[in-house]
């Protein structure tokens, strides 16, 4: 069956398909949509629903979006929804090891090492159908990367559940412990809950 993921990031395509392998993830440009929302809410959840909606408009056809970072205590939850762009205020793009170094670089003498990944998946079933599910993983900011596997910020987050740093999990490991893997997993259950109705509203003219 066929659902349709609210972003144009193969990476994330690849990603959804591991989660979700009963379903056939199709972006918005695999069909010539365009899609381009400006994603200005504040929080994961707010976020996450903007981009929902608006694939839902375009489309009208079921769909699912996610929006997710990393919380660090010692800064006050940032860079939370602006994970992605940490580092770039200033306009320039940066590499994952170069924002996961400055976060390294600016954490420098804090004792305070705990953070979170958080991840936000919503559903939208039909016009009166929405979810929204948000699980999060608890760990530390190491004080040094390691690891080769994962992207993002995984060299240097440790996972207190899997007792390891993100970047040294197998893709089976990351499937179990991540918070993309666990908001997957209550997603799932809807998508089963839902799943007559999601066929009928994909095969809808």
Known sequence: MKLYLASNNEHKRREFEELLPE???ILPKDEGYEFNPVEDGKSFIE???IKAEELYRIIGKPCIADDSGLCVDAFGGK???HTARYGEEGGGKLTDKEKYTLLLK?????ENRKARFVCTMVLIVDEHNK??????VEGRIVREAEGEGGF???PVFYNEEAMAV???LTVEEKNTYSHRA??????KKILEMEKETIWKEMNRK
């Open 106 to 110: 600016n954490m420098e003498g804090l």
């Open 79 to 81: 860079p939370g929804i």
């Open 152 to 154: 993002g910020y995984d």
């Open 23 to 25: 379903y056939e993830i």
């Open 47 to 49: 976020n996450a629903l």
């Open 182 to 187: 666990k908001a997957a997993n209550a997603i």
């Open 166 to 168: 993100s970047a040294n």
């Open 131 to 136: 979810y929204v599910v948000e699980k999060s």
